[in-house]
């Protein structure tokens, strides 16, 4: 009985209730756009963009329900690295200091004559996260290397994927945390735009730029795994995601780079990510950024356990 009424309590609270919100403020901002003479046509654009919201929201439902049934173990970690955030001074000071930035870059381009539109603040989003999320990421593995907790996670009955997935996915959680706030931009683009813009893009946008963080962590958490230091896994994370996203950006732009260095540069981070800003989502790409990070976090996965047995 008592699973019975968890579950229509999930249901009612997690499920309708959000859909239902979704109704009335579809509803007021339809009556208050009809009053104040808005066009329908961008009234339709508008409500396509709370739908596009609603959506995202019942997919992070459906993803953290897969998680919660297929490693439960896992996200013990997981839920456990993601309150840790929330005690961590470096952690509010580099989210601060992101949304100052992306504050700023949406602020400088959501001006009268401006084409309304993220394009070039997700781009800088990419330049940001290569210092923010070695900031985020250096603590770990080197933290339990240091102060000796690791001892406590290996005597568990966990396996290192649990220990690196459940790293990582609280990071990453995190960073989904980070990224939250912005969407306050999407909504002031729909509400003051003349004429409507064009969600595509920006949907696409967002699901580079969470691409590119899981990279960039999974990259933070191999190197945070290879040292104690967290000085040394920052400042080590950070030269790796500088090689492969700022330089070959850098040398791109090179007229006298050759054919193959230009082809090279071409595959790296950036290159891929501009066409999610643009509004393309490629095949290719998503392949890159899932096997890119699946790569990092087997590397992860090895040190831990070649560390385990020494």
Not at 20 to 33: F, H, K, N, P
Not at 96 to 111: I, K, V, Y
Not at 188 to 207: Q, T
Not at 252 to 265: G, N
Request: overall charge positive; proline content about 4%; hydrophobic content about 55%.
């Amino acid at each position: 009985m008592s699973n019975k009424k968890s579950a229509k309590r999930f249901v009612l609270v997690w499920i309708l209730l959000p859909f239902g919100i979704y109704l009335v403020v579809a509803t007021i901002w339809l009556l208050v756009g009809v009053a104040s003479g808005t066009a329908l046509p961008r009234l339709v654009s508008q409500g396509r963009m709370l739908a596009v919201l609603l959506w995202v929201y019942y997919g992070c439902l459906v993803a953290s329900w897969l998680l919660k049934s297929l490693a439960p173990r896992g996200l013990v970690i997981s839920r456990r690295e993601l309150s840790s955030y929330f005690y961590s001074p470096i952690a509010y000071v580099a989210m601060t200091l992101f949304l100052l930035a992306t504050g700023f870059l949406f602020w400088s381009d959501f001006q009268p004559g401006q084409i309304a539109g993220m394009r070039s603040l997700f781009e800088w989003m990419v330049w940001l996260l290569v210092f923010v999320i070695p900031v985020l990421s250096m603590g770990l593995m080197s933290q339990e290397w240091s102060t000796g907790t690791v001892e406590t996670l290996m005597t568990a009955p966990l396996s290192e994927i649990d220990v690196i997935m459940g790293k990582f996915l609280g990071s990453l959680c995190f960073f989904l945390v980070l990224l939250a706030p912005t969407v306050v931009y999407v909504i002031l683009l729909g509400a003051y735009s003349r004429p409507s813009f064009d969600v595509g893009p920006i949907v696409s946008g967002y699901v580079g730029i969470v691409l590119v963080g899981a990279l960039f962590i999974a990259i933070g958490l191999f190197c945070s795994s290879l040292t104690r230091s967290q000085v040394v896994a920052a400042v080590a994370a950070a030269a790796i995601l500088f090689i492969v996203t700022i330089i070959p950006k850098w040398a791109s732009e090179k007229a006298t780079l050759p054919k193959f260095w230009r082809t090279v540069a071409d595959q790296l981070v950036f290159r891929r990510y501009a066409d999610f800003s643009r509004g393309v989502l490629d095949t290719g790409h998503l392949v890159f950024f899932i096997a890119a990070t699946a790569v990092f976090l087997f590397l992860s996965v090895k040190v831990l356990e070649s560390r385990r047995w020494k």
